[in-house]
Structure formats: structure tokens, C-alpha cells
């Protein structure tokens, strides 16, 4: 059974940084496309940065790039989220979701993710 975990949710103040973590534990060993989403009190879930299998491609809300970086640790399935410079608007649960890689591509739609987790909390104060 595959599981996937996020950390390093918090409060931080507007213009501060945050880096979330997120593992994927399976049985066996697998490749996987990564992506982060977020859903804001009363909003819909919104795409916010994908990885593929490899960390070679990624890709971005436009809203988050420049500020925001996402990274791959094959070798313990774990991805990360690095947010800078952060915005009241970027609070958020923060969910991360995974994929087994058929290919060197990404996700943007959260619907084909299979393996999802429970979010983290994320909230960015003036």
C-alpha cells in the first residue's frame, strides 16, 4: 500500500519562508510524478507545482513562480516545496499527490494522481 505523508506546515509571517516535505512509502520501490496543491477556505483546490520522476521537468501556478521551488529526492521518494518570499494569499492546506511515472512528464490535474495525502496547514500572517 502506497502512502504519502506531507510535513512543515506552519505560521509565518508575510515575506517569510516555509519548506514542505512530502514521502511517499510503498513496498516496493517505484518512480513517481509529484505535484503540490493547495485549497484556500472556501476556494477550490488549485495546482501549484509539479516534478517529474527524474526532477529534470517541473512546472508552476503562475502564482507561485519565482517565489516558490519544487525538488526530488529519488532515492527516499521524497519531495519538496521551498516557498519564499510568502503572501497572506498563499495560506492554504497544502496537499502533495504522486503518480507512477510512464513517462518524463508532470501533472497538473489532481485527478490523475492515485496516491494523495492528508495536506498540511500553511498560514502566512501580516
Known amino acids: 500500500q502506497v502512502h504519502v505523508t506531507e510535513s512543515g506546515g506552519g505560521l509565518v509571517q508575510a515575506g517569510g519562508s516555509l519548506r514542505l516535505s512530502c514521502a511517499v512509502s510503498?513496498?516496493?520501490?517505484?518512480?513517481?510524478?509529484m505535484g503540490w496543491f493547495r485549497q484556500a477556505p472556501g476556494k477550490e483546490r488549485e495546482f501549484v507545482a509539479t516534478i517529474s520522476w527524474n526532477g529534470g521537468r517541473t512546472h508552476y501556478a503562475d502564482s507561485v513562480k519565482g517565489r516558490f521551488t519544487i525538488s526530488k529526492d529519488n532515492r527516499m521518494n521524497t519531495v519538496y516545496l521551498e516557498m519564499n518570499n510568502l503572501k497572506l494569499e498563499d495560506t492554504a492546506v497544502y496537499y502533495c499527490a504522486a503518480a507512477r511515472a510512464l513517462s518524463n512528464s508532470y501533472l497538473t490535474n489532481y485527478e490523475e494522481y492515485v496516491y494523495r495525502g492528508q495536506g498540511t496547514q500553511v498560514t502566512v500572517s501580516s
Open positions: 510503498a513496498p516496493t520501490y517505484s518512480t513517481y510524478i
